[in-house]
């Protein structure tokens, strides 16, 4: 646990370093119009808004300081509220949000339209007197930094929109009831908008943070690597036009827990493309994929009973061998054996649309299982075209097709100097058929994208850059 924590320590001071620099964080998670407005109307339901409106104390609201503290004109509205029995919101409801982006493009105004219908009684006539009340509440979504430099998304400046207020009567009343009915309504005017401040602005203000604070758990969701783990946190949020940005840094943990890489703001690029129609992207740089890849894909060591297992190469690798040396090609038995050692991570190379794997890794060819020296030792620098693809709607797969040889070096031998572009085709022949196998078996558990579903669709697509890979919902 020492380790783990000194090696997120240094994680910290290696972002702090960098912080004058320009930088790209490791992953980017941009939301739409369309999940922000879904997400918060979610909320706003679950925070009963519609029942809050329903019991708004509208006979209350009108009775406090009913004509501005003018005695005159109080007791003309007394007398006008004396004919009320009761006076409340009868139906409610909130509309379609509206979402609006800032002239600078660094705050974003939601509109709240509410659509109301409120009645009252009085002794003037049998039947309810109903109103029709429609309005807006306006709140601005903008970014905090606090004085230790800590940025977080919050929503303030909650009040009722200047002129939205409309009220008319749903009926059409008597001579006698209509001058009551207009005065009601003249005295709804001012008290609605104080009203929606005091009692439905805490309502939008804690579902907004309860928003916040749900996708911020969906983005620390683990992403399941074999026995790692990947974990994203938040670094920054930004407004950008009428799209929210969650910067993520993101950690390499092992199966105990231990972080054995971290990623925060870099050098490294990052091309974050427009959400153009797409509800929201996720995009992940380079490196941090590159560390998924490799905690998929270990060093590891591949040996091989050729012969055996793969006989019609056994016969051309011995034929190959014949021509550089006929005493070495002849020690080779049916138990020869070929092994591969991956020394190092695999290496993702990302062009628009298109990806390379780079692997070093070094081959031995023995004549014998007996033998206790290799008749020589190769190291070999190979690409491997790389395919992404979905499976089951959000499992993330990597499938490694066609391999190429790029060079080989000659590192030891025990057969005398030779050209190792003699033995290139065998070479390549053998990597295709023994190391594409195993790893693409260890890739098929690929990468599960739990956040897909987790902002409410289906199936999950995929696209690279020429620095990231991007994942944005399926069209379906």
Partial sequence: MAGSRTFTLLCGLLAATLVRATLSPPAVLSLGPEVIRERLTQELKDHDAVNIL???PLLSAIREEPAGGIRILGSLVNSVLNLIIWLKVTSASILQLQLQPSADGQELMVTFPVDMVAGFNTPLVKTIVEMHMEMEAQALIRVQTSKRGDARLVLDHCSNSHGS????LLHKLSIMVNPLANKVMNLLV????????????????AAFEDMYADLLRLVRVPV???SDHLEFDLLSPDIKGNVIQLNLRAKLLDSQGNVTNCFNK?????????????????????????????????PEELMVLLDYVLPELAHRLKANIKVIND??????????????????HPELLLDDGSAKVAQLMVLEVFATNEARRPLFTLGVEASLEAQFYIEDDQLI?????????????????????FSPEL???????ILKAVLLPNENGKLRSGILMSMVKALGFKAASWSLTKDAIVITPASL
């Fill in 165 to 168: 207020l409309r009220i008319s």
């Fill in 327 to 344: 005493k070495a090609a002849d020690q080779m038995g049916r138990t020869q054996i070929v092994k591969i050692l991956t020394q190092e």
């Fill in 266 to 298: 870099s050098v490294v690029s990052l091309t974050t493309p427009t959400l153009d129609s797409a509800p929201f992207s996720f995009t992940v740089r380079q490196d941090v994929v590159n560390a998924a890849i490799a905690a998929l894909l270990p």
């Fill in 397 to 417: 797969m990597l499938n490694l097709n066609d391999i190429s040889s790029d060079r080989i070096h000659l590192m030891n031998s025990g057969i005398g100097l």
């Fill in 224 to 226: 399941s690597l074999s």
């Fill in 54 to 56: 329903q019991q708004l």
């Fill in 190 to 205: 001012p008290a609605l908008p104080k009203l929606v401040k005091s009692q439905l602005c805490p309502v939008i203000k």
């Fill in 423 to 429: 033995l290139k085709d065998i070479i390549t022949e």
